[in-house]
């Protein structure tokens, strides 16, 4: 026995172990996956594969026996490959193994103490510039309500539409403040992460995800999230969540960002996303199309695949 050998037995218990379990991810010395006792939504079940014990956060269900999982829930093969490598480990500390999940602080931010709804039967007077400006953009009342947007018409961000987000439990965690006359710069967002899932409480995971360039984009898309201006990253909030849920991500990014479309292509691609791509040619953003044309060039998106979508990118270098 060696450290390669033990490596190599490690690798392959792993991949047992992800068939059996189905997508995971690594957070320290553990991998978490979703749990196939209580099928909790959340990839809560932590799994030690150096000490062949596993422990869910949700419904507690535990064992010091990975040999256990892979009887129960794999396939003939899965048994068989298993076979090969298993044992009993001894474990004196057993209740002291796993850690609880980190779970990240979740950004929280004030509005502006200006703001002014727009999600009302009657707005003030002195929001008719505001909503002369959202009608223009093609944003109807209903995208409004959905959207919770205001204006403000004095203070910090007099003269600009707020469009906030909340995260998955309701609380606002950024927001996008966008001038609707004169006011410069255009945008006067506030001093905050934006590594953030815009508006995580309305994204349906079950659902496509679209991924767009800005707000308004999002709003004429549908189901979508907003890079508001950045890129997608490895171990960025929306990247991670697209792998744990196993969605289809639809890139639909402005036609004058072909570099930064080809870097998150490749990165859906290296983690195993199903993406496709939208044709945005012959409109400045998707927040200039109307919906319906938004829909009909996402029913036609090419699906990006590995062979054929890294030919196509290094034949046009």
Same mark, same amino acid.
């Given at each position: 026995?060696?450290?390669?050998? *033990? ?41 030690? =594969? ?29 048994? !068989?490959?298993? $076979?090969?490598? !298993? ?7 057993? +209740? ?33 510039? $505001? ?7 093609? =944003? ?17 961000? %007099? *003269? ?37 899932? #815009? ?6 995971? +079950?659902? +496509? ?6 707000? #308004? ?25 697209? =792998?744990?849920?196993?969605?289809? %991500? #639809? ?20 983690? *195993?996303?199903?993406?496709?791509? =939208?044709?945005?040619? *012959?409109?400045? +953003? ?20 590995? !062979? ?10």
């Amino acid at each position: 026995y060696n450290c390669q050998s *033990g490596g190599n037995m490690r690798s392959e218990k792993l991949k047992i172990i992800k068939n059996v379990l189905g997508r995971g991810y690594q957070s320290g010395h553990e991998y978490l996956f979703g749990c196939p006792f209580c099928k909790h939504h959340k990839m809560k079940m932590s799994v030690n =594969v150096d000490k062949s014990a596993f422990k869910c956060w949700i419904c507690d269900k535990s064992g010091r026996d990975l040999g256990y999982l892979v009887r129960r829930f794999g396939t003939r093969q899965d048994k !068989d490959e298993w $076979a090969k490598y !298993d044992d009993q480990v001894e474990i004196t500390d057993f +209740d002291f193994l796993f850690k609880p999940p980190d779970e990240p602080v979740e950004q929280r931010i004030d509005l502006p103490e200006a703001l002014v709804s727009l999600a009302t039967k009657t707005p003030p007077a002195s929001s008719w510039a $505001a909503q002369r400006y959202l009608t223009k953009r093609g =944003v109807t009342k209903s995208d409004i309500l959905k959207w919770k947007i205001g204006y403000c018409a004095e203070g910090e961000y %007099a *003269g600009r539409i707020i469009v906030p987000s909340f995260n998955s439990h309701g609380y606002a965690n950024y927001f996008i403040a966008r001038s609707y006359g004169y006011e410069w710069p255009r945008y006067k967002n506030p001093p905050a992460s934006r590594d953030i899932i #815009f508006n995580e409480l309305y994204v349906n995971w +079950d659902e +496509d995800i679209v991924i767009v360039e800005g707000v #308004f984009d999002a709003i004429k898309a549908g189901n979508a999230v907003p890079l508001l201006g950045s890129t997608l990253r490895e171990g960025s909030a929306l990247l991670e969540a697209l =792998v744990k849920n196993n969605t289809r %991500a #639809f890139l639909a990014l402005d036609e004058d960002v072909s570099r930064k479309s080809r870097s998150i292509a490749r990165l859906l691609l290296k983690y *195993g996303v199903e993406a496709y791509e =939208v044709n945005t040619s *012959g409109f400045e +953003d998707v927040g200039e199309m109307p919906k319906e044309e938004f829909q009909v060039r996402k029913a036609n998106a090419s699906f990006i695949e590995r !062979d054929n979508y890294l030919l196509e990118r290094l034949s046009a270098i």
